[in-house]
């Protein structure tokens, strides 16, 4: 009987396949349930069995519930990291730096929000918070509502000579308002 266990592990080893296919050996038993569809298996999804239907044969995947959230995957503009890296840091165009509500970077269409809560996206300047969109331009020599260079830019307005202020004499193209 000993005799019998030695030829089969050595039949086995991978160098007869039929034997393998007879002894139904599986090279690699580690098959993950990949219940997202992306590719990635969840670490605590091992399944034992042969890799059938939505498994795969690695458990890297941070997020099994979320096909967005992946080893490599591209930063979508929604609020969490999305590439499983280790350890997880959101990007900062993700992330509201100057406390105003909004976020510098825009989401593609079709892309939920999944961080914290915000009031937009599309900040010009996430690192001063009397900067973003929606806000009223003033004379101050910046783009206080992200929508490019207006009447109250200094670059531009003495080229088009206007007056940043009519209503007050003392305010006028180069006076620094």
């Given at each position: ?49 042969d890799c059938k239907g939505r498994t795969v044969r690695n458990g890297d995947d941070c997020d ?62 996430d690192d001063d918070p009397d900067t973003r969109p929606g806000l009223t331009e003033r004379c ?38």
């Amino acid at each position: 009987m000993r005799w019998l266990g030695l030829i089969l592990l050595l039949f086995g080893s991978g160098c007869y396949p039929w034997v393998d296919a007879a002894l139904h050996v599986q090279k690699n038993p580690s098959c993950f349930a990949d219940a997202d569809g992306d590719g990635f298996g969840a670490a605590k999804a091992l399944v034992a069995k042969d890799c059938k239907g939505r498994t795969v044969r690695n458990g890297d995947d941070c997020d099994d519930d979320d096909p967005t959230r992946f080893p490599g995957a591209d930063e979508l503009c929604d609020g969490i990291p999305n590439d499983c890296a280790a350890p997880p840091v959101t990007p900062k165009a993700e992330l509201d730096n100057d406390g105003d509500g909004y976020v510098s970077c825009t989401p593609a269409e079709g892309v939920e929000w999944k961080g914290t809560q915000i009031d937009g996206w599309g900040d010009c300047a996430d690192d001063d918070p009397d900067t973003r969109p929606g806000l009223t331009e003033r004379c101050d020599g910046l783009d206080n509502d992200c929508d490019g260079p207006g009447p109250y830019d200094p670059v531009n307005y003495p080229a088009l000579g206007w007056d940043c202020d009519d209503q007050d004499a003392l305010v006028y193209p180069g006076s620094g308002c």
